[in-house]
């Protein structure tokens, strides 16, 4: 009777397959937080109920009053032919997020230009307030 000279292995080392994971996991919650709206801005904070995540136009207004629509800077003049192009693309909803250092005439001067072009269904987007 010959003996076989090697043996199978019945274990598999998931050791290393752990520990990719774990460096996926890291790297997912540290990069979450940056793909949500792309400029960076101190929103508000109020306390409402969550509504689901609806598709349609970000529009950004900085400390400063630069208007940016998505993640792109859009000159005053130019706001209104540019919101009108991305509607062409996307269904007329406008999500209006502003700074808490912005100063409220810049906010309701780029909220009545997106009224004037049209489009009824804006959000204002705040951070939720914490208890």
């Known amino acids: 009777m010959k003996r076989k ?24 919650m540290l990069t979450a937080p940056f793909l ?19 598709r349609g136009i970000t529009v950004s207004v900085d400390r400063d009053g ?6 792109r800077e859009v000159k005053w003049r130019e706001f209104a032919a540019e ?7 996307n269904p007329p909803r406008v999500f209006l ?3 808490t250092k912005t100063e409220y005439g810049k906010v309701m ?3 009545a230009r997106i009224k004037m072009i049209g ?8 951070e939720q307030e914490e208890n």
Request: aromatic share 4%; proline share 1%.
């Open 5 to 28: 000279r090697y043996s199978s292995l019945a274990e598999i080392n998931i050791t290393n397959l752990v520990d990719v994971i774990m460096v996926l996991l890291i790297v997912f």
């Open 36 to 54: 949500q709206a792309g400029v960076n801005l101190n929103l508000p904070k109020a306390e409402a109920k969550v509504i689901e995540e609806k």
């Open 109 to 111: 001067r780029v909220l």
């Open 119 to 126: 489009i009824e269904d804006v959000g204002l987007i705040a």
């Open 83 to 89: 919101l009108k192009k991305e509607l062409e693309t």
């Open 66 to 71: 630069t208007v940016f629509i998505g993640k």
């Open 97 to 99: 997020r502003a700074d």
